[in-house]
């Protein structure tokens, strides 16, 4: 089973419509990351948790928000989705070496 | 300004060729990572490193902190090589964030 999962694999909205993804870990890790990645601008942190009770913005937090429900576990919303976020959004983890783990990806499509 | 760039954005080479990526940044980092994405878009880390030079089979990266620059070597490359590879730095003064270049196409032809 893989280490960092992410929920849908694949989705396809409207514009306005509330979006959620979900990502889940089993490795046991405090730190938590959402990225996105667009063609030609590489991966952009959206957000990120150090733990539990920690949650920082990263650099293209607008439009966005997250939830770290537990340790395993960090969401990302989307409140009113729009065409630009349009995107693969990769979530990761990391131990204290900093070396990241990432999950598959969730290709989403904002019509 | 934190930025990392790479180069070349596209690569193409045939089988049995040695093959180097540049990476460069532009202010001190605690750590250079260097990941490879799948043609079918799954990440994976391959190095990280502070200093000096790493190996992992034919995969060999380095790094020169006073040039502020690190290269990805591949020797005697295969298809199965070919991905984006995607340099990383963790700016000493933006905790343990990393800071994406824009990846290396890379196409190893038979």
């Known amino acids: 089973d893989a280490d960092v999962t992410q929920t849908p694999r694949n989705r396809i909205t409207k514009t306005g419509k509330r979006i959620m993804l979900e990502c889940s870990q089993t490795k046991g890790h405090d730190r938590m990351y959402w990225y996105r990645q667009d063609p030609g601008l590489g991966l952009r942190l959206i957000y990120y948790s150090f733990d539990v009770k920690d949650i920082n913005k990263g650099e293209i937090s607008d439009g966005y928000s997250v939830s770290r429900q537990a340790q395993a576990k960090f969401s990302l919303s989307l409140e009113s989705a729009i065409p630009n976020q349009t995107a693969l959004y990769f979530c990761a983890t990391s131990d204290t070496t900093d070396t990241q783990y990432f999950g598959p990806g969730t290709r989403l499509t904002v019509l | 300004k934190n930025e990392v760039e790479q180069s070349p954005q596209n690569l193409t080479a045939q089988e049995g060729e040695f093959i180097t990526i540049n990476c460069s940044y532009s202010v001190g980092i605690s750590a250079l990572h260097w990941l490879q994405q799948h043609p079918g878009g799954g990440i994976v880390s391959l190095f990280m490193?502070?200093?000096g030079k790493k190996k992992h089979g034919r995969l060999i990266a380095t790094i020169n902190i006073q040039e502020k620059h690190s290269s990805l070597h591949i020797t005697a490359s295969h298809p199965r090589d070919s991905a984006v590879y995607i340099c990383?730095?963790?700016?000493?003064?933006?905790?343990?964030?990393?800071?994406f270049g824009g990846g290396t196409r890379v196409l190893v032809k038979p």
């Open positions: 490193l502070s200093s």
């Open positions: 990383a730095a963790v700016f000493k003064a933006a905790g343990n964030k990393l800071t």
